[in-house]
C-alpha cells in the first residue's frame, strides 16, 4: 500500500489533487470523484489524498463549506474490486488492519474538518462511497440515487468506517440495521422519507442545488457553522444536561465574534448582515 505521497499545498485553490477533482469558488470548495468509468471508485491512493485534503481544509481560510460529487452520473461505486479487494486477500493481519484503519481515517478526517460537507449523490451510491456520502453533514439525492453497504456481500461486517456508529443515528437502529445486515439498495425515495437525503431533485439539478445551499451557508457566519458542526459531533456523547452546558459555552465564545456584533448593528438599522467570518 506504499505509494508517491502528493502534498497537500495550500490554498487549497491552487491545490491539483492527483486522484480526484477540485475546484474551489467563492468559499466551496467542490471535490468531484473522477473515474465515471468505473463509476468512480475508491483506490488506496484516493483514500489517502481525499483523507489528506478534508485535513488540510482545516488550515484554509477561504474554504467555508465542501460538496462532494461524482463524476459521470454516479456518486461512488465503493472500493475498486480489482485495486483493493483483490490485494486484500493476500494482506496478513497487521496489514489488513493498517488498511481498515486507514480508510476510517477519512471518516474522521471529514467530521474532524471544521467546514460544513454536502455530498451531491447521483447514480450508484455504495459501499465506501455510501461511508463518505454517510459521513457529510448533509446530503441530496438526484431522482434514481441509490444507497447501499454493500460490506456483507463482499463476506464482511456492516462495521465499516463507522458505520454502526453514525448510520444509525441519522436513519434509525432499526434502517440501519436492514440495510447493514442485507446489503440491499435504499432508494432515494426512502432515504429521503428516512431523513439520509434532505431532499430529491431532477439529476440536473443535484449539483447546483447542492452548490446554492453551500453559498447560502457560506454567506453566514463562519465560526458559528463551524461551532455547529463541532457540538454536533460532540454531543453524541454527551447527557442532554452536559450538553446545555456545553451549548452555553459555545454560545458564548460566538457572542464575541465580530459577526455576532454585526448582525446587531445590521438589525438596529433593518439591513441584511453580511458576515466576515470572524
Known amino acids: ?154 463476506g464482511l461486517a456492516g462495521c465499516d468506517m463507522g458505520a454502526c456508529a453514525i448510520l444509525p443515528r441519522i436513519i434509525g437502529q432499526s434502517r440501519a440495521s436492514e440495510l447493514l445486515y442485507t446489503g440491499r439498495f435504499m432508494t432515494a425515495e426512502e432515504g429521503e422519507r428516512w431523513g439520509f437525503f434532505s431532499r430529491i431533485v431532477a439529476p440536473e439539478q443535484v449539483l447546483p442545488q447542492a452548490q446554492s445551499l453551500a453559498k447560502e451557508i457560506t454567506a453566514g457566519p463562519t465560526f458559528a457553522n463551524t461551532m455547529t458542526k463541532r457540538m454536533l459531533a460532540m454531543e453524541w456523547a454527551m447527557s442532554v444536561e452536559e450538553a446545555i452546558e456545553a451549548e452555553a459555552v459555545a454560545q458564548a465564545l460566538c457572542m464575541t465574534t465580530a459577526d455576532f456584533a454585526r448582525a446587531f448593528e445590521a438589525f438596529s438599522n433593518k439591513a441584511k448582515p453580511v458576515f466576515q467570518g470572524n
Not at 506504499?2 to 466551496?28: C, E, W
Not at 489488513?96 to 447521483?122: H, N, S, Y
Open 1 to 154: 500500500m506504499s505509494t508517491p505521497a502528493n502534498p497537500v499545498t495550500l490554498p487549497l485553490s491552487q491545490y491539483a489533487p492527483k486522484h480526484f477533482l477540485l475546484a474551489v469558488a467563492d468559499g466551496v470548495a467542490t471535490v468531484t470523484l473522477n473515474r465515471p468509468e468505473r463509476k468512480n471508485p475508491l483506490t488506496f491512493e484516493s483514500y489517502r489524498e481525499l483523507t489528506d485534503f478534508f485535513r488540510a481544509c482545516a488550515f484554509d481560510d477561504d474554504v467555508k463549506t465542501i460538496v462532494v460529487t461524482g463524476a459521470g452520473g454516479n456518486f461512488s461505486s465503493g472500493g475498486d474490486v480489482f485495486e483493493i479487494i483483490g490485494p486484500l486477500v493476500k494482506m496478513d493481519t497487521k496489514g489488513l488492519t493498517a488498511f481498515a484503519r486507514m480508510t476510517g481515517d477519512l471518516v474522521k478526517a471529514m467530521r474532524a474538518c471544521p467546514q460544513p460537507i454536502i455530498a451531491a449523490v447521483e447514480g450508484i451510491c455504495a459501499g465506501a462511497g455510501a461511508i463518505v456520502a454517510m459521513a457529510s453533514d448533509m446530503r441530496l439525492a438526484a431522482t434514481g440515487a441509490k444507497v447501499a453497504f454493500l460490506f456483507n456481500k463482499v
